[in-house]
Each structure stands twice: as C-alpha cells, then as structure tokens.
C-alpha cells in the first residue's frame, strides 16, 4: 500500500488518488494544487477546464516570476498563468478519485479537496551538446502529487443550553439586600391625616 503524507480524519467518508513521477513541472504544478485546495471537487473540474480554455488564470503566488495579468485581480494577485500540462494531469487525477469516491459511496456534491501536496521528484536527466565538444545536463523538474476529498458531514446545530449565571461579591451583596429588606414604611411626616 502506498504511503501518504497524512490520513483523512474519517476514512470512511474520505477518498484518495496519487501520481508517481509525473513529467509535469514542480512549481506549475505547486501553484495550480494551491489554487483547488479547499475546492469543491465538480467546481475544481471546471476551473481546472477554464484554466485549459484560458478563461480563468492560475494565481502565482508563491513561485511568481510571471508577468501580470487582469484575470489573476479575483484572487489579490496580479500575476497568473494558464500552465495546460499540470492542469490535464490533475484533471486525470481529479477524474481517478472521482470513480474512487463513487465506488466507496460518498455523494459527489458534497466532496470537497481536504488534502492535495505536490513534492519534488527525481530529476529526469538526459544530455545537451554544446560546443567544442562540452555536454550539459538537461534534466525534467518531475513531481509527485497526492490528494484526497472528503465528503462534509451536514451542521447540526448544537441544543440550547441555559448558562449558569455568574454574579460579582457586588451583584450578590445588592441582591441580599433586596431580599432581606423589609416592606417601606410611611413616615409620620408623610402619612396622611385622618387616616
């Protein structure tokens, strides 16, 4: 079995999906895992599409050397992308757990992306040739990706409960007064005559 990261909290309200050394670039795809975290998982689909149709834009938050643009002024950013490799593979993957929730039985309108982390993987290396006989190394930034979504449980609301009134030394004192007080009485110089 493979290892993840971290555990959902309810396992069996939860549904998970990985991939292996993609060939897709760490930083790309760090912003765009950002960028769907906390999603629910049929409006990631679909921003993860508009980002692919260059209708919306990846905010580049943390790794933002990019040139601005006005789609990325919704997020409070000013610089964005439109990365098309990360975001078809994690379609893929948002497609593997969808099929991996529905066969566990959660409701798909209620699943949410708890969790998803992208790692650095092994360089693919490979060679270029430069001149006077000299090679580079070319290498590949590959990435390992993790998610998982989580089915929300319903808010109940918590019953009503009445809280013990606190009272100060103060509050106490005024209150044994009134109580242990007698009834007023009229002074003679105020009683009425003939009465």
Known sequence: MVKYSREPAVPTKAAKARGDDMRIHYKNTYEVA???RGMQLEKAEKYLRDV???KQCVPFRKHSTTARTAQAHPFHVTQ???PKKPCEHLL???ENVRSNADAKGLDLRKTY???IQVNKARK???RGFKAHGRIKDWCASNCHVELFVTEKAENVKKAEEEKAKHFSKKQLARMKLRVGKPAKKTDANTAVPGK
């Open 80 to 82: 964005g992308r439109w």
């Open 52 to 54: 692919i149709d260059h």
């Open 34 to 36: 950002a960028a769907i």
């Open 113 to 115: 992306i708890t969790h």
């Open 124 to 126: 693919g290396r490979r």
């Open 92 to 94: 893929d993957l948002l």
